[in-house]
């Protein structure tokens, strides 16, 4: 079982944290599986980071949505700490590695309900490397219940609670969208213990569910989109945050919704960015409307016509003159 930092006071005996300890990536070879899923191809979701303490010690994952910001979940923040980005394998010394500057927690995250479980992450500089940025949903009535999406990370791949299998490399996972009003239903015995959502889900927030199919611990903060045809063309809906076990039979997957506080995303990004025109949230910087022709329109109509009919000529010519 799991939730987030931000767990509800009566389930507390049965937390299980989704960010994870250093002390839990000695994995010994490399899996290629994720609880339901696969390995992510590697020229695929670049924009997807690792926020790391240095290698392979990551303990949540992000979005890289400006040349120095990055989405995440709030319950993710805290402490000093690097972002890998470009790097499918933890293990290797690809893409880079940036130090964070500067935490922004959105300003109505709970840490008791887990509402608004949103962040973003300023780095000291923006990357080097030309990778596309996801978009961002804005639209508060998509994805609708029956959508396929998409989570990735590099989280435990074990779907017992006595055993973590941490991944060197980027996996994958689809699972359908349910409605919010399905998800606060779920409630049952999965193993040797008993829970309900009701009560638990907001409108901050979007759930998952296929048994056997889930994010996991370690997942926190990375992405949930609807995918597209290639990295510029995916649409991140949601930020992983918390659950009930992983990929259990009874429990689905919550996700912060990105719709729900795209506003917020935009102003952030747009005002803390050092480049945010490079976002497509922000657009290119305004520009100075053009200076207008002068006109070659004489100041003074003529004053000796030759007869009545070429003054009208004239005046006629003059009135409908267009200057180049």
């Not at 596309?132 to 435990?156: C, H, I, Q």
């Not at 409605?179 to 759930?207: F, K, R, V, W």
């Amino acid at each position: 079982m799991m939730y987030s930092f931000g767990i509800k006071a009566a389930l507390i005996s049965q937390v299980l944290v989704w960010v994870v300890s250093a002390n839990l990536f000695d994995v010994a070879t490399k899996q290629t599986r994720i609880i339901g899923g696969s390995e992510a191809p590697t020229t695929r979701y670049s924009y997807t980071v690792a926020l790391t303490q240095g290698g392979s010690n990551f303990f949540c994952g992000g979005t890289l949505i400006a040349p120095d910001v990055v989405l995440t979940a709030a319950h993710c923040m805290g402490g000093s700490y690097n972002v890998a980005i470009g790097r499918h394998d933890l293990t290797s010394n690809g893409g880079e590695e940036i130090a964070m500057s500067k935490e922004i927690k959105h300003p109505n995250y709970n840490t008791g309900t887990d509402e608004n479980d949103f962040a973003l992450v300023i780095l000291s500089k923006p990357t080097t490397l030309d990778i596309p940025f996801v978009k961002l949903n804005s639209d508060e009535s998509f994805p609708s219940a029956g959508t396929m999406s998409r989570s990735m990370g590099w989280g435990d791949m074990a779907q017992s609670d006595d055993k973590t299998e941490i991944s060197d490399v980027l996996m994958e996972v689809d699972v359908p969208v349910i409605t919010n009003d399905e998800c606060s239903q779920a409630s049952g015995t999965d193993g040797s213990y008993t829970d309900s959502y009701a009560n638990y889900i907001y409108p901050s927030m979007l759930c998952t569910f296929e048994s056997g199919k889930d994010a996991c611990q370690g997942d926190s903060g990375g992405p949930l989109i609807v995918p597209g045809a290639s990295d510029g063309e995916d649409v991140q809906v949601g930020v992983v945050s918390w659950g009930i076990g992983c990929a259990t039979k009874v429990f689905p997957g919550v996700f912060s919704r990105v719709s729900h506080v795209y506003d917020w995303i935009q102003e952030t990004v747009c005002s803390e960015s050092s480049d945010p025109s490079a976002s497509s949230l922000c657009g290119p910087p305004p520009t100075n409307p053009p200076t207008p022709k002068p006109s070659n329109q004489p100041t003074n109509q003529p004053t000796t016509p030759s007869s009545i009919l070429f003054s009208n000529i004239v005046t006629i010519g003059i009135s409908n003159f267009e200057p180049n």
